[in-house]
């Protein structure tokens, strides 16, 4: 009862402050180079240098995301535990609704500020703030000076925000946004966190270079301190459009930490993931008063907390309605000073085809491999995944989809709970974003 009392708080909160603004195109009129949150928003990267928008003083917008599923999946492990599953058995129904409040702000020609918080979210009851970051695309102390004119390639974003490691996080879920994926789970290992730093970028006829430094945590703090180094991301792309209906990007990103009290690159999505329930803990983990404890499954945390060195290959095609999203993924790290790393590798490919007016429907698939090494025992493992999904846009702020996903767990010990484990079935998912 606690929790519908806070999320119909919630959805009324949304409902107030959507009121304010709505409409896609105001809100571009308000806001310089920032990514819409409805379907405009969709293939969409770094918002840099993306428009010339006239500031007319500080505007403020408010804005939000539902998202809620209908699942019917099923899970089975063929692990030496007894009871293997707790709970062993699920079923066909619906998740609790997530949703989002967005407040962002422009406060001077070419500055302004984000903050994203988590209304209501599969592993937090309470609402809470997930990150917030300001962008300074100008100075306008210094429109006389030459530093105006440097301003026009470079971008300063500095905050406690989602880091630009990657381009799979502009299409992944973030709780109740789903707009932007396709699909509706995330990667096997999903590249996601938000960090206290800075990322500095320069952008010039399609090329983009990004450095960035940040603090490497989830949960900064300034105790221990000689078990922490700070964390340097850089990434370069290229992105290139022909006409309308043709498109060419590839980027490379690189992350690294030296030591870390706690790095949660593969482990900072604390909204959980987007299949309920499945491959939920063994006997020996379940907590009545906790029964969502892995709340990450069905995907894969490697555990390289301490010293990781990852790096993403991402190339993007479009062609007409045809598109191609590719990931070629390698982390190399450890979960401690005495540990001996680790290398987990990962592949995926999406295949969509856009068609109808303004790209209303789409159909698509998605394979995802993922290969690395247990910490636990040394073993070498690999998981799998199909995702075979349609959607409908019936307007740019509101998007149904369908998805069938099979995924497949292999080579793991008999005394571990993933060991011939298998998930597959049906998701339902509405989405609405403004």
């Known amino acids: 009862m606690k929790t519908f ?40 990267f770094e918002a840099l240098e993306m428009d010339t928008t006239e500031f007319d003083g500080v505007k403020v917008y408010m804005g939000g995301a539902f998202a809620q599923q209908f699942q ?96 799979t996080h502009f299409r992944r879920t973030d709780n109740a946004r789903s707009i932007y994926n396709p699909f509706v789970g995330n990667l096997i ?18 090329i983009m270079a990004m450095l960035g430094i940040t603090n490497g945590e989830l949960n900064p703090g300034v105790t221990n301190p000689d078990t922490k180094a700070p964390s340097i991301i850089g990434k370069l792309a290229y992105d290139k459009e022909f006409g309308n209906k043709k498109r060419f990007r590839l980027s490379g990103s690189y992350y690294h930490t030296a030591k870390s009290a706690a790095n949660h690159l593969y482990s900072g999505d604390r909204a959980g993931a987007r299949y309920y329930s499945v491959l939920d803990g063994s006997y020996s983990s379940f907590n009545p008063t906790n029964p969502d404890p892995n709340f990450r499954a069905p995907r894969i945390t490697p555990g390289l907390s301490n010293k990781l060195d990852a790096f993403m290959i991402n190339p993007f095609l479009k062609y007409d309605g045809l598109e191609l999203f590719g990931v070629v993924e390698t982390a190399t790290g450890n979960a401690g000073v005495n540990a001996p ?94």
């Open 5 to 44: 009392k806070n999320f119909m708080g919630s959805l009324l909160a949304l409902l107030l402050v959507g009121s304010l603004t709505i409409d896609a195109q105001a809100q571009n009129k308000q806001l310089q180079n920032f990514r819409p949150y409805n379907q405009d928003g969709v293939n969409e």
């Open 72 to 167: 019917s999946l099923d899970h089975s492990t063929e692990a030496n535990l007894s009871p293997n599953l707790m709970p062993a058995d699920i079923g066909p129904g619906f998740n609790l609704a997530t949703a989002n409040l967005y407040m962002d702000a422009q406060l001077a020609d070419g500055i302004r500020i984000s903050l994203t918080t988590y209304l209501s979210s599969r592993h937090h009851a309470e609402a809470w703030v997930k990150g917030g970051y300001l962008q300074v695309d100008e100075f306008p102390m210094l429109k006389s000076n030459a530093v105006d004119g440097l301003m026009d390639y470079l971008t300063l974003k500095i905050g406690h925000m989602e880091i630009n490691y990657g381009d």
């Open 189 to 206: 290992l999903d590249s996601f966190n938000t960090e206290v730093g800075g990322e500095i970028y320069f952008t010039n006829n399609g």
């Open 341 to 434: 790393d680790r290398t987990w590798n990962q592949y995926a490919v999406d295949l969509i085809y856009r068609f109808l007016k303004d790209d209303q429907v789409y159909i698509g698939g998605r394979y995802n491999y993922v290969a690395g090494e247990l910490a636990s025992s040394g073993t070498e493992v690999n998981v799998d995944r199909i995702q075979i999904g349609a959607g409908w846009y019936m307007t740019k702020n509101i998007l149904m989809k369908v998805e069938y996903m099979k995924q497949t767990y292999n080579d793991y010990p008999s005394a571990d709970l993933y060991h011939g484990a298998e998930v597959d079935g049906f998701m339902v998912e509405g989405a609405i974003a403004f």
